[in-house]
């Protein structure tokens, strides 16, 4: 029987429904001989030949199908496929906006249209593109990934969080696709601890990918798992060596205290690489948190001439200007960059408030407060002051249940633990570097292993159940949190005997250490509540303090931490040391040799000389405690007191 178009049509589609590629195009071929007015095959040729990548006459002839057919919706969205599969973004879009003034109605045009403008960095568009696509078909999930991807693009990753996990509960075949996402989103969005748990999720499904090791190292590097940020760094490093990556294994290694091999990364191995004025930079940063100022003036200096010194630059040489006199230099520096549309929102944020800490310096607190006003515009941390008042009753109301006497055990460690507690910006980093200057101590910096311990606890015994279920722990419960805390902290010196802890906020969980570490030896750090307060505002801090963002805000959580360590104090009467910031500053010699001997320590002398120590001060106060003690910040408050009501009304000091 003859082949006649209809039976070769049943054939092509036939041989299709069995992949058989070749076989279906033949089909095609033949009908267009014998019909070269039919659209549909056309179509299917080019469609054809574009799966199997001969994609120039796949575009030919799906055009000589719409040149038979200028209405065939099919057509214009196969040829918007193929421009965007052979790298011609701009085709693809016009593709695509034809097939749109056909059928505006179409969810999946929008869709692919929006991803081709996200695709070339047109955000807006490709914003509003998947919007339409979702208005049309509200189920759609590559739409939500590609709305979700230009949010990320577009500042809103808080957003783009909710859109990824859409996606992934309505269609699971995308959970590959978008778990890496999700977690590049709450990193980003600030969510630092859940971010390194669907990442963890993203690599055991794709080990491969560089990119999700390196996204992880960033979130274990926000929430204080340097060790283990390292080991990601190095294996996306492994595969894809880039100065990106150097920068990043530099600061892991730079939070562990090795600053020497951090130094070591940031040289990058080609000059002209187009990190490698970043790398200076951050070179520059380190050398002067290790004192070394002169060195990080020298490496700046040239990096200031550019057209647009980057910010990494600018933040150092606004720390150090001061020592050269070129703080109008700097200040003007300043200025240009925050206009700067080259800025990030974060960027822009650090720069005013490096700007706000020289007009500070120079005298102009009109300026500085200004400065730090508008860097705190660009806060995006939550903070809900009543779910926090809320909270600090719960962990009152549940540790008044808690029995007196911790459980006799055998601690893990043969090292001491010293906990430094308070408010930051009162005062822990002096003492911290104080003691660490002792020959038997180590600075383990802002550790965050007792916020493991909580979250632990939380996880298995219900949030609700923490911190009574301090009552149910057997010796192997407590031995197994110690070992959790350690996971953080480098004990394998042996000449060291105690370790410092200076998360500030461990202030919330002493019944916790204590529990843990009955013998720990507790400071308090505290500072008038008013010069706390204005620093913290002040201060350029990352993740995890959105009380800041406001001088209310501020106050009323300066409060909650008074009751809590009040009752800590007063009720539970815990054994602890209080150490008054203005005290110190004031009479340092008899109140160091006191805190000494608190933390069971012998006297040394160099705990006196503790602004020569060379080990790098990774805190907001690096600048205060690498010089002899000073009392420039006593009172400073009665600068900005114009500016403070807000803050009194919320501390409940009167005029």
Not at 134 to 150: C, E, G, H, T, V
Request: proline share 4%; hydrophobic share 40%.
């Amino acid at each position: 029987m003859a082949s006649t178009p209809d039976n070769l049509l049943e054939e092509a589609y036939a041989l299709l429904d069995r992949n058989n590629l070749s076989g279906a195009l033949e089909r095609f071929r033949q009908i267009n001989q014998h019909d070269p007015n039919n659209a549909e095959v056309w179509l299917m040729t080019g469609a054809i030949e574009g799966e199997m990548g001969a994609s120039d006459s796949a575009i030919e002839h799906i055009q000589q199908a719409l040149s038979i057919d200028p209405q065939y919706v099919d057509a214009y969205l196969t040829l918007a496929h193929l421009h965007q599969a052979s790298g011609r973004p701009a085709a693809a879009i016009e593709a695509c906006k034809a097939a749109l003034d056909i059928d505006a109605e179409d969810s999946e045009l929008w869709t692919l249209l929006s991803g081709l403008n996200g695709a070339v960095g047109d955000l807006e568009p490709a914003i509003a593109c998947a919007e339409k696509a979702l208005s049309i078909d509200p189920n759609s999930s590559q739409a939500k990934i590609n709305l979700a991807n230009a949010l990320i693009g577009a500042g809103d990753p808080a957003r783009a969080v909710s859109l990824y996990r859409q996606a992934i509960e309505s269609s699971p075949q995308h959970r590959q696709t978008c778990i890496g996402l999700l977690g590049y989103a709450q990193l980003l969005s600030g969510d630092a601890a859940t971010a390194v748990t669907t990442l963890r999720q993203a690599i055991e499904l794709n080990p491969g990918s560089p990119q999700q090791h390196e996204h992880l190292g960033v979130a274990l590097i926000a929430v204080g798992h340097h060790a283990q940020a390292l080991v990601q760094f190095n294996s996306a490093f492994s595969t894809t060596p880039s100065d990106a990556l150097r920068l990043h294994i530099a600061t892991a290694l730079e939070e562990m205290g090795d600053a020497v091999r951090a130094l070591e990364q940031l040289k990058s191995q080609e000059p002209q690489a187009a990190d490698a004025t970043l790398m200076r930079a951050r070179r520059a940063a380190i050398l002067h948190r290790r004192g070394d100022n002169d060195a990080a003036e020298n490496l700046i200096a040239p990096l200031l001439d550019a057209q647009t010194p980057n910010a990494d630059t600018l933040l150092t040489f606004a720390r150090i200007c001061h020592r050269s006199k070129r703080c109008e230099h700097a200040l003007s520096l300043l200025d240009d960059a925050i206009e700067s549309s080259a800025q990030t929102a974060e960027q822009r944020s650090a720069l005013l408030f490096a700007r706000g800490r020289l007009h500070d310096r120079q005298g102009d607190y009109a300026d500085a407060f200004s400065s730090w006003q508008q860097a705190h515009e660009y806060d995006s941390m939550p903070y809900d002051a009543d779910a926090y008042i809320h909270y600090v009753d719960h962990l009152i109301t549940e540790s008044e249940q808690l029995e007196t006497q911790p459980l006799a055990h055998t601690q893990s460690s043969n090292i001491k633990m010293i906990f430094i507690v308070g408010m930051p910006r009162s005062g822990s980093s002096l003492i911290e570097q104080i003691l660490a200057s002792h020959p038997s101590v180590r600075a383990a910096g802002e550790a965050r292993g007792i916020f493991d311990c909580v979250g632990a606890l939380q996880q298995q015994y219900g949030a609700g159940a923490y911190p009574r279920c301090l009552n149910d722990l057997s010796a192997t419960d407590i031995g197994a949190l110690q070992a959790l805390y350690f996971a953080r902290i480098d004990s394998s010196d042996s000449s060291i005997t105690h370790i410092t802890d200076k998360m500030p906020h461990n202030f919330q969980h002493l019944a916790l250490v204590h529990r843990l570490f009955p013998d720990a030896a507790i400071i308090h750090c505290a500072r008038n509540p008013l010069d706390t307060c204005l620093s913290c505002y002040a201060q350029h801090f990352s993740g995890y303090h959105g009380y800041t963002r406001t001088l209310e805000s501020l106050g009323n959580h300066y409060r909650q931490y008074e009751r809590l360590i009040s009752f800590y104090r007063d009720q539970m009467e815990l054994p602890m040391m209080e150490l008054w910031y203005e005290d110190l500053v004031n009479n340092l010699e008899p109140l160091a040799r006191e805190l000494v001997k608190h933390c069971g320590l012998h006297w040394h002398d160099a705990c006196l000389s503790y602004y020569q120590n060379p080990s790098s001060v990774r805190t907001a106060s690096y600048d205060q405690v690498t010089q002899p003690v000073y009392s420039d910040s006593v009172e400073r408050w009665r600068h900005y007191a114009p500016y403070l009501s807000g803050l009194r009304s919320a501390l409940d000091i009167p005029e």
